[in-house]
């Protein structure tokens, strides 16, 4: 991974997160000073190597794994670690490391798509809410409350059994829980923004709703929003890895970090601790770098 | 003060109708057909029918959400199809045992990450804040399944110190039900961590910054003396409504450690109600937590009015 951080200038984000960041560049003139600042945080830099080199594995994992992943050896299964096999085989004789490389797939395409749908419905709901008030604000904030009465995975899994599990579904399912949750921290900037004089003028301006929420509002909140994606893609990490663990992520036999770990823990009592251990820290390591560069962003947007 | 409990009732009543209205939605209407969705594609479309007409589904859709929600209120949460027996004895079981593991997981928790934020909020800026920050972030984060594995391999697997199941067996006395809860217990904490350090973190940041907290100094206190009877007892106040607002995630961490111990708490019955397509088991999980999570909130609610006299002066202007 040193190749990776040998470069810290050109290192990009994630393609989910840059993207947030390009967004604020147009209308604001804080992006580049944000990158300045953030290239010289060694948390953010540590954080971004190790999701670069995840998603980095999901895209070209299937070309640099050692082995089929797929590929079933039966007669060296359960083998150690060691030799030609590094992270040793699962129960089926399937190279543990080539899973875990090729297993970054499905988790790093549904997190960022799940929760960018989460940011985008719920930046609109929450402007909505802190823009008009009244009637909505009252109705989606008790419906908020009502989600957060329930634990997100619990929701999740509700909705896949009745929907029926798949990919699409567990984005979808995923960015709708988001939603709400999204919309309460965007509709409170908001608040924080609506007795400005800039949006006093605005109205007396005669300008239509809509535009005075996503042009001038929006550009305001940005950071804000920022943040909360950067929160709950860390949020989405953790529920996606968790109901793939609980079998409602992708089908067998497909690689995939939650899956194998559900598939092989049983094997941890007969002491094949490495079926299990190298895809959980797979998904911790993906965590983590998530929240360092959630913390860095934040330490950043807060200086 | 009592126009202000009303109210807060008030809403707690809608939320858990609302909630209510979820779980129907998803359990009774998302699934289309519930007989198709239980007895699955190859099912002859006469037994289909037989069981729709047996689950009551083919009633008109407020019917139905009215006879639910009826029987709910009288403690009759339908009848399993897995176990073609009232629901409602399972969930009380499972429900005890869960409540068990939660609450051994706070006992441990609570102390340990008000130390954590205090000390955090102490040090401010410094390398401590931020180790105690972003791990607590971290494990909060990291899912439960991963810690309990990580868990396991040490304590169970090379220590062999701990056992790696949650149910003691039979007969099992206390000390031993004790034992084996405590591995289950700390993916819970480490989830839980995070979140509490936090709290106490920016509660005695704040406190630090206040007026009282410089009288306090000024006046030539202790450090230790200012930091025990003028930060604590206000910096700890927004950390018991935190402590309140995670019961509900706790709960959802319940599903996966329960799953990995094989432990038969709510969680697991969830999601082998889940597994099985047993939605009125599941409607019937699912809506216990909600309340669960509900009465937890109100209970901090009172017990922040009971602490702190301000908000009781507060409230009675609300």
């Known amino acids: 991974m040193t190749d990776i951080t040998a470069d810290p200038g050109s290192a990009p984000l994630g393609p989910a997160a840059g993207g947030a960041v390009a967004v604020a ?27 670069l080199f995840w998603v980095v594995c999901a895209i070209f994992g299937h070309s640099f794994a050692p082995f089929n992943p797929l590929a079933q050896q039966l007669l060296s299964s359960n083998a150690a670690p060691g030799g030609s096999h590094w992270f040793g085989t699962d129960p089926l004789g399937r190279d543990v490391l080539s899973r875990v490389i090729v297993g970054a797939r499905d988790i790093l395409v549904i997190t960022p798509l799940a929760t960018v749908l989460g940011t985008i419905l719920g930046t609109a709901l929450g402007l909505a809410m802190g823009y008009f008030g009244g009637l909505l604000d009252l109705v989606v904030g008790r419906i908020v409350e009502a989600v ?61 709703p809509a535009r005075v929420m996503f042009a001038e509002i929006l550009p305001n909140v940005l950071p804000a929003i920022l943040v909360e994606f950067t929160v709950r893609l860390g949020y989405a990490v953790f529920a996606v890895a968790t109901l793939s663990f609980l079998g409602f992520g992708v089908a067998p036999p497909t690689p995939d970090w939650g899956a194998d770990i559900a ?12 079926q299990t251990l190298f895809p959980a820290l797979a998904i911790a390591s993906l965590v983590t770098a998530v929240n360092l560069i959630t913390d860095s962003i934040e330490q950043v947007l807060n200086a | 003060m009592a126009t202000f409990l009303l109210r807060r009732l008030g809403l707690m009543i809608l939320t858990l109708w609302i909630v209510s209205l979820i779980v129907f939605f998803a359990g009774q209407i998302l699934p289309g057909d519930p007989g198709r969705a239980i007895l699955g594609p190859f099912a002859a479309k006469s037994s289909v029918d037989a069981l729709d007409t047996q689950l009551g589904v083919n009633r008109p859709l407020l019917t139905r959400y009215l006879s639910w929600i009826g029987g709910v209120f009288h403690g009759d949460f339908g009848t399993s199809y897995t176990y073609r027996a009232a629901v409602e004895p399972f969930v009380r079981a499972a429900l005890i045992n869960s409540v068990k593991l939660a609450l051994l997981a706070f006992v441990i928790v609570v102390p340990l990450g008000i130390i954590g934020g205090v ?8 390398a401590v804040d931020r180790i105690i920050s972003v791990t607590g972030l971290s494990l909060a984060t990291v899912p439960e399944f991963v810690s309990g594995i990580v868990l396991i391999v040490i304590f169970g697997v090379e220590l062999k110190v701990l056992p790696v199941t949650a149910a003691a067996g039979a007969g099992a006395g206390d000390l031993s039900q004790f034992r084996h809860l405590i591995l289950p217990a700390i993916p819970l904490v480490f989830v839980l ?13 704040e406190a630090l910054n206040s007026d009282y907290a410089r009288t306090a100094i000024l006046k030539g206190l202790p450090r230790a ?42 969680g697991n019955l969830i999601f082998k109600a889940a597994q099985a397509k047993d939605f009125a088991m599941l409607e019937a999980g699912v809506l216990v937590i909600g309340v669960v999570y509900v009465l937890a909130t109100l209970a901090a609610d009172l017990l922040l009015i009971a602490l702190n006299p301000r908000l009781r002066i507060g409230a009675s202007h609300d």
């Open chain 2, 225 to 266: 003396t200012v930091i025990r009877r003028h930060i604590l007892r206000n910096s700890l106040l927004p950390t018991i409504t935190v402590i309140a607002t995670q019961t509900g995630y706790l709960i959802g961490g319940l599903v996966v450690v329960e799953t990995l111990f094989n432990y038969q708490g709510i």
């Open chain 2, 193 to 205: 961590f995070g979140y509490i350090a936090r709290m106490a973190r920016a509660g005695t940041i």
């Open chain 1, 148 to 208: 957060l009465a329930l634990p997100a995975v619990i929701i999740a899994f509700l909705f896949i059994v009745a929907l029926g599990p798949s990919t699409t579904t567990l984005i979808i399912v995923v960015g709708f829980i988001f939603t709400p949750l999204i919309a309460r921290t965007v509709r409170a900037a908001v608040l924080t923004e609506r007795h400005l004089d800039y949006l006093s003028a605005a109205r007396l301006l005669g300008e239509k």
């Open chain 1, 263 to 274: 598939a092989d823990y049983p094997g941890l009592l007969a002491g094949y601790w490495w």
């Open chain 1, 25 to 51: 560049a147009p209308t604001q003139r804080v992006a580049p000073a944000l990158w300045r600042l953030l290239l010289r945080r060694p948390t953010f830099l540590v954080g971004a190597a190790i999701l």
């Open chain 2, 119 to 126: 000390i955090a909020a102490l040090y401010a800026g410094r």
